[in-house]
């Protein structure tokens, strides 16, 4: 399921949430928190308090799909816990899911075009 979304968006939401919520619930604070359609077709990462368990959110065009992982050793590494979401890189994103610190991480500059000769 994750591989198969190269195109989609990653925001992760910087509040913790209760990680009783489900599909609905987790919608809701898509909806109401961060102010966006949870149905766009972006991936919405959600924290648990302790850091070591996140749920992801996912419109997949015919209903919401949920994907749910805890470490069993070990947490998460998470932004400073502020108001918002913050846009991760895919690549960013994997590195999270792995318990990898993403942070690291260092989008290289964009090359220059060859020039004409």
Not at 11 to 37: F, I, N, T
Not at 81 to 93: C, E, H, T, Y
Request: aromatic letters at 8%; glycine letters at 10%; one cysteine or more.
């Amino acid at each position: 399921m994750i591989g198969s979304l190269a195109g989609a968006k990653c925001y992760l939401v910087c509040q913790p949430v209760s990680m009783r919520k489900g599909m609905d619930g987790l919608a809701a604070e898509v909806a109401h928190v961060l102010k966006m359609d949870p149905h766009c077709g972006q991936l919405f990462m959600f924290r648990g308090k302790r850091g070591d368990y996140l749920k992801l959110l996912y419109w997949d065009g015919s209903g919401h799909c949920l994907f749910a992982k805890r470490l069993e050793k070990g947490r998460f590494v998470w932004p400073p816990i502020v108001d918002g979401r913050l846009q991760l890189s895919p690549a960013q994103m994997s590195l999270l899911l792995e318990g990898i610190d993403w942070r690291r991480t260092v989008v290289p500059d964009q090359p220059e075009p060859p020039s004409a000769v």
